[in-house]
């Protein structure tokens, strides 16, 4: 069976960065941060003072007041982002198509901020209380439910979870619906609302939360000094199109998504595998799939957490796949600036890898400022770096053992 070409014809974002792909992309390349302190459950007083919301939302901008209300936070990050994404692709949607346009959108954890309400109307006043809408709100797979509904896409829609590799598994799983001929189009990514107080509480019993009290320098992957991740929430959203659907529509191509690995780890719910084993294979699947050489990826786009295990041995697996490249290989963390969006992460950091290649700019890794001997590659330290970007890997890795790596080129005809 012949595989069939798959391009990324339109972005949408909301994130700590900005309502919109652009400005999140803009402050992304300017090393500015997205993170702020915690205010929004100042009397619980977490150990983690530092998140990185989406500011200024109005989900009413994108949608009713009255379907917005029907809809978890994450869900409408979803919908917005959606939206946006394929206004930005000049997309239509109608019977002519709808059958043949999907949607595949991953989370995390879904609906918690839903399901935190919800429970305390039930303590409080009983079963009658709790919303007719409390299950259909709380699900993950309710974010690709709704952009369905939304924008009218009757093909496949579907929502993988596998926690912080949401995102760039769907993608990936996308990817492969078009690849094998069930849809022209995908709607893709992740969408995640996590900052509350459940959510919260638990990464901070975990002690996978940094507790750095700045929020400029919070989350410094790669650095000696990390202490832990930053919470952020958020969506990001790609169009992938076939080839062929995006020439006769005279779509405008950002780039070409050509590998997808997946892997799992089996060895720990939280911790990575030793050595970054299942990210090797992950990221060896992809270049494989991608048809391509380690040597002929410009940029990594890392996980890069800000956590002591996930950075050194990204970092490990890095020189294990590339080889004497991986010390000439530019990698960088974006959640630096972002924070780490957990379901959405793989979402948004497509979006950065896209805009990387179209626009020839590494975004940096900031905060970096103290070397650590572990972790010796080139993260692209605290500017944006402009030059010639003609393929990169995206990596994600999630509890559980999941392990994503996404490759992106230069579209050529």
Request: net charge negative.
């Amino acid at each position: 069976m012949d595989k069939k070409r798959v391009v990324v014809t339109g972005i949408g974002a909301v994130t700590p960065l900005g309502n919109d792909a652009n400005t999140t992309w803009d402050r992304l390349i300017k090393g500015e941060s997205g993170l702020n302190k915690l205010t929004k459950y100042e009397s619980a007083q977490f150990p983690s003072e530092v998140v990185a919301e989406a500011k200024d939302f109005d989900p009413s901008v994108f949608m009713d007041p009255k379907d917005a209300r029907k809809m978890d936070r994450f869900t409408q990050f979803a919908v917005a982002a959606s939206l946006m994404a394929v206004k930005d692709a000049k997309l239509t949607i109608d019977d002519s198509n709808s059958h043949r346009v999907g949607v595949w959108i991953g989370s995390g954890i879904g609906g918690m901020e839903t399901y935190e309400k919800q429970f305390r109307m039930y303590e409080k006043r009983g079963h009658r209380r709790v919303s007719p809408f409390f299950v259909p709100m709380m699900i993950p797979d309710m974010a690709s439910g709704q952009v369905s509904i939304t924008l009218g896409a009757r093909g496949i829609n579907s929502c993988t979870v596998t926690a912080c590799a949401s995102g760039a598994n769907s993608i990936g799983d996308a990817f492969k619906v078009i690849q094998r001929g069930d849809a022209d189009v995908m709607i893709t990514g992740g969408a995640e609302a996590p900052i509350t107080e459940m959510a919260l509480a638990g990464f901070s019993s975990a002690k996978a939360m940094s507790t750095n009290p700045d929020p400029k320098t919070a989350s410094r992957p790669f650095d000696k000094n990390r202490d832990g991740f930053v919470m952020g929430e958020g969506s990001g959203i790609l169009i992938l199109e076939s080839l062929d659907s995006a020439l006769a529509r005279g779509a405008h191509i950002y780039a070409e998504i050509c590998g997808y690995g997946a892997t799992g780890d089996a060895y720990h719910v939280t911790a990575p595998a030793p050595e970054g084993e299942g990210a090797v294979r992950a990221m060896k699947q992809s270049l494989e799939d991608a048809g391509l050489k380690p040597e002929e990826i410009t940029y990594m786009n890392a996980h890069g957490t800000s956590t002591e295990y996930n950075d050194k041995y990204e970092t490990i697996a890095a020189k294990t796949v590339f080889g004497d490249h991986a010390y000439k290989l530019a990698i960088s963390s974006t959640k630096s600036m972002t924070g780490h969006l957990l379901g959405a992460a793989g979402g948004i950091e497509a979006l950065f890898s896209v805009k990387a290649i179209q626009e020839n700019v590494i975004p940096p890794t900031m905060n970096y400022e103290t070397p650590d001997p572990e972790c010796d590659l080139d993260y692209v330290p605290n500017e944006a770096r402009h030059q010639e970007v003609n393929a990169v890997i995206s990596t994600s890795l999630g509890f559980g053992g999941h392990n994503v790596a996404l490759t992106f080129k230069k579209y050529e005809q």
